[in-house]
């Protein structure tokens, strides 16, 4: 993980969308640019991990004083190691500061 990290692009996950895939060819708008209701979460009225940071008011999950919670490990299945992830994610969030 980079040590100089442009945090605006943080999503709520811990995901980056700077160099994204699914942004770059317009598949995807962006979680911050949507406000969450990017295309992967169009069906659910937008990405309910997006709507709990902002009720938290934090950026992203590592940075809320609920983590790390049981409802966030159970939603974000696709990320093994998301605690460490997001854990290093703040360090370095608190670091730059």
Not at 73 to 82: A, D, E, G, R, S
């Amino acid at each position: 993980m980079s040590n100089n990290i442009d945090f605006t692009k943080i999503t709520a996950c811990g995901e980056n969308c700077t160099g994204c895939t699914k942004k770059r060819d317009g598949i995807c708008q962006g979680c911050i640019e949507s406000d969450g209701h990017c295309i992967e979460w169009l069906e659910s009225d937008g990405c309910p991990i997006h709507k709990c940071t902002r009720k938290h008011s934090v950026q992203f999950c590592g940075l809320c004083s609920e983590f790390p919670c049981e409802w966030l490990i159970n939603k974000v299945f696709w990320k093994q190691n998301l605690v460490y992830e997001l854990t290093e994610l703040a360090n370095l969030y608190y670091n730059q500061k």
